[in-house]
């Protein structure tokens, strides 16, 4: 059985808006705090079909234009302790099902990250259209998962005085995406 579309979003292909779309995550530091990042979505399609069976999502993250706020982290994290940006610039993500109902819908899918695959559910959500001045249609959305670094070979840390380890597993990833229709 199909599951209808959110009201309000028509069939199509929309281009993800990379200056209006932003992933942003988080991760627990020296067991105590947390650190907070944005990464830009350079490039990402949302191919919406007559049902949400039929409706596909990729998208493509830019690994070297993490911000944290700090330099020397933010080139840390571009290392090849981390990202290995230089050699891995590129993340991304291609749905394999999308389910739900009404606006709130779990699209789950495969993401890479530093040459690693693996699948992910990212609960999502319809945020609504709207034309904007320049007369484009636009649908946004929002998404967010949890993923573990180790599965995604991301292990480097550093142990503390105290115990525990000065960067944590769970990373909390929030997706915020505006996309265009195209004609």
């Given at each position: 059985?199909?599951?209808?579309?959110?009201?309000?979003?028509?069939?199509?292909?929309?281009?993800?808006?990379?200056?209006?779309?932003?992933?942003?995550?988080?991760?627990?530091?020296?067991?105590?705090?947390?650190?907070?990042?944005?990464?830009?979505?350079?490039?990402?399609?949302?191919?919406?079909?007559?049902?949400?069976?039929?409706?596909?999502?990729?998208?493509?993250?830019?690994?070297?234009?993490?911000?944290?706020?700090?330099?020397?982290?933010?080139?840390?994290?571009?290392?090849?302790?981390?990202?290995?940006?230089?050699?891995?610039p590129t993340w991304t993500?291609?749905?394999?099902?999308?389910?739900?109902?009404?606006?709130?819908?779990?699209?789950?899918?495969?993401?890479?990250?530093?040459?690693?695959?693996?699948?992910?559910?990212?609960?999502?959500?319809?945020?609504?259209?709207?034309?904007?001045?320049?007369?484009?249609?636009?649908?946004?959305?929002?998404?967010?998962?949890?993923?573990?670094?180790?599965?995604?070979?991301?292990?480097?840390?550093?142990?503390?005085?105290?115990?525990?380890?000065?960067?944590?597993?769970?990373?909390?990833?929030?997706?915020?995406?505006?996309?265009?229709?195209?004609?």
């Amino acid at each position: 059985m199909a599951t209808p579309l959110p009201a309000g979003l028509n069939a199509g292909t929309y281009a993800l808006d990379s200056t209006h779309s932003q992933a942003a995550f988080t991760v627990r530091h020296a067991g105590i705090s947390k650190v907070r990042g944005t990464l830009a979505i350079t490039a990402g399609t949302i191919t919406v079909g007559d049902d949400l069976e039929s409706t596909s999502v990729t998208a493509e993250l830019d690994a070297a234009s993490v911000s944290t706020g700090d330099a020397n982290r933010d080139n840390h994290l571009r290392s090849a302790d981390f990202w290995d940006a230089e050699n891995k610039p590129t993340w991304t993500f291609a749905s394999t099902g999308i389910a739900g109902d009404g606006d709130d819908f779990v699209i789950t899918g495969d993401l890479t990250i530093n040459g690693v695959t693996k699948a992910v559910e990212l609960e999502a959500e319809f945020a609504g259209t709207a034309t904007d001045p320049f007369g484009n249609a636009r649908a946004g959305f929002e998404a967010k998962t949890e993923i573990s670094r180790k599965e995604f070979d991301l292990t480097w840390n550093a142990a503390l005085e105290t115990g525990g380890v000065l960067v944590g597993d769970k990373i909390k990833i929030a997706l915020d995406v505006s996309a265009i229709k195209q004609a």
